[in-house]
């Protein structure tokens, strides 16, 4: 029997999402307003406990106003991690300000605290309550954590530093809805947090984003700014210039309905991650990403590194082994300081951390739902690679 294709992430739908869209639309509630947007939006924000949530059209959208609303300006910097998808470097750029591109801590692959507090004590002076970078002579305003594959960032040191130099902390929370960092959840660690809904995330809308915050002025300023900064919305009256960056009730709808089963998710992702970890602990060349102590992930995207002088193939090779046997794999995103998207935004270095994991790392099929068998057949098959 041919064997059939295993896809690397693909939603889960098996709760009321079948119910409340087809609510919406029975009711013709299908546009950017309605009882499932407000819903939704509070139950993300109570989900983190954060006071407000603004639900927005996709999570870049959500990081780009989360930047403008805080107050990041044009050629502010912004500190970000440098191994992530791309998308929050462009929210920087879409804003006007820079990223200033921080390697990641080997452990555990996250943005590295050490590297944040040695770029603001060393690359930049501090004075009449602003930090500026030495080098560029701009102002930076605000770190922005990724917490990348399900994992959170090492935040306490993060936050201590932004305290001392009177910086924001904007939280890229879009990989990791549930994930703990010393029993708190991530979204509700610094001054603003961004999730999304992509259909590959741990929850899905079909596209989908949302701001949480506990700052209501940045609160009402987001959901401004998302729907068309109406000033006098009978009268088409706009005091700036907005955005049209909505969720509109129907995705909110299937929002809430996975809302409901995301603890469900999260155990099996926590348990698939297990399951895989056991599998190739003590395989010579192979490296399954962990949990810190002081953490809870939700493993959103299983990924191991592929030491190829002792497993016999690297990363690439096996990826292209496992496509052959309809097995889909996946590279973490090429680091973004050396994305020319963004190379001419600071002088180029080699941040050695992230280019290793770049080169090593594969994220294996993990949806909610993959069966025993299929996890079977990946595990079977890359243990049989192995030179
Ligand atoms: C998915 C993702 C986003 C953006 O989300 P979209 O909803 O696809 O716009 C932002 N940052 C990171 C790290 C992501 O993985």
């Known amino acids: 029997m041919p064997q059939s294709f295993i896809p690397l992430c693909i939603p889960e739908i098996r709760g009321n999402e079948w119910k409340y869209i087809k ?51 044009p050629d502010d910097e912004v500190l970000v991690s440098t191994l992530t998808f791309i998308a929050p470097a462009n929210a920087i750029r879409y804003a006007g300000a820079w990223p200033i591109f921080i390697d990641s801590e080997p452990e555990y692959w996250q943005m590295s605290p050490r590297e944040v507090v040695d770029f603001l004590e060393q690359g930049c002076d501090f004075k009449d309550g602003e930090v500026r970078n030495k080098h560029t002579g701009r102002r930076v305003k605000a770190i922005m954590p990724v917490h990348i594959l399900g994992h959170p960032v090492d935040m306490e040191p993060i936050l201590a530093v932004a305290r001392k130099y009177n910086l924001l902390v904007i939280e890229d929370a879009t990989e990791s809805l549930g994930a703990k960092y010393k029993g708190h959840r991530v979204g509700h660690l610094g001054d603003i947090a961004c999730f999304s809904f992509n259909g590959n995330k741990i929850l899905t809308t079909g596209g989908g984003g949302m701001i949480v915050t506990d700052n209501e002025a940045w609160a009402s300023k987001a959901k401004y700014l998302t729907t068309q900064a109406k000033d006098n919305p009978v009268e088409y009256i706009h005091h700036e210039i907005g955005y049209n960056y909505r969720l509109t009730n129907l995705q909110a709808a299937m929002g809430c309905a996975q809302m409901e089963n995301l603890e469900e998710y999260i155990a099996a992702k926590r348990r698939i991650a297990a399951t895989y970890s056991e599998a190739f602990a003590e395989v010579p060349g192979l490296t399954p990403m962990v949990e810190a102590t002081w953490a809870s992930s939700i493993f959103w995207m299983y990924t191991l590194l592929v030491d190829e002088s002792q497993y016999g193939q690297d990363s690439r090779q096996l990826l292209r082994r496992l496509q052959e046997a309809k097995i889909q794999t996946r590279p973490l995103w090429e680091p973004l300081h050396c994305s020319l998207a963004h190379t001419q935004d600071q002088p180029r270095e080699s941040l050695a951390v992230a280019e290793k994991l770049n080169q090593q790392a594969l994220s294996l099929p993990c949806s909610v739902g993959l069966s025993v068998t299929d996890q079977q057949r990946v595990i079977e098959f890359i243990l049989k690679e192995k030179q």
Not at 26 to 41: C, H, I, K, L, P
Not at 54 to 70: D, I, R, W
């Open 23 to 73: 609510e919406c639309l029975d009711t013709n509630w299908v546009s950017s307003v309605g009882a499932y947007v407000n819903r939704f939006e509070s139950m993300v924000a109570d989900y983190v406990g954060a006071n407000h949530g603004v639900a927005t059209v996709n999570g870049t959208s959500a990081l780009h106003t989360a930047l403008l609303v805080t107050g990041v300006e």
